[in-house]
């Protein structure tokens, strides 16, 4: 069983930024493939970048590639998303994901509750 506590959202004009973080606690397997995803109003939830926890291999959705860092701290147990040059089409709740598959984009089994993230224009 792991949970996951995000934190870090807001409300952030566009072409600032934000760093969201991700806190796992429980049993945290070397192999767990790390993921955040969103969900806009009226939208489905869409991946958006993944990380794994043994050795760090990254992957990005097109939407946010050279704009959102994804990374890990095992020793903090904990994932972060720096999100730079926000627009306002990033609006979202932000969700941690892990667990169940190893493959980059899947939906793992544990979830976050999420946390909002606005950009204005």
């Known amino acids: 069983q792991v949970q996951l506590l995000e934190s870090g959202g807001g409300l952030q004009q566009a072409g600032e930024a934000l760093r969201l973080s991700c806190r796992a606690s429980?049993?945290?397997?070397?192999?767990?493939?790390f993921r955040w995803f969103r969900q806009a109003p009226g939208k489905e939830r869409e991946f958006v970048a993944s990380?794994?926890?043994?050795?760090?291999?990254?992957n990005y959705a097109d939407s946010v590639k050279g704009r959102f860092t994804i990374s890990r701290d095992k020793t903090k147990t904990t994932m972060y998303l720096q999100m730079d040059s926000l627009k306002p089409e990033d609006t979202a709740v932000y969700y941690c994901?892990?667990?169940?598959?190893?493959?980059?984009?899947?939906?793992?089994?544990?979830w976050g509750q999420g946390t909002q993230v606005t950009v204005s224009s």
């Open positions: 429980g049993v945290i397997f070397d192999t767990y493939v």
């Open positions: 994901n892990t667990g169940g598959s190893f493959i980059a984009a899947a939906r793992g089994i544990y």
């Open positions: 990380i794994t926890w043994n050795g760090g291999s990254t």
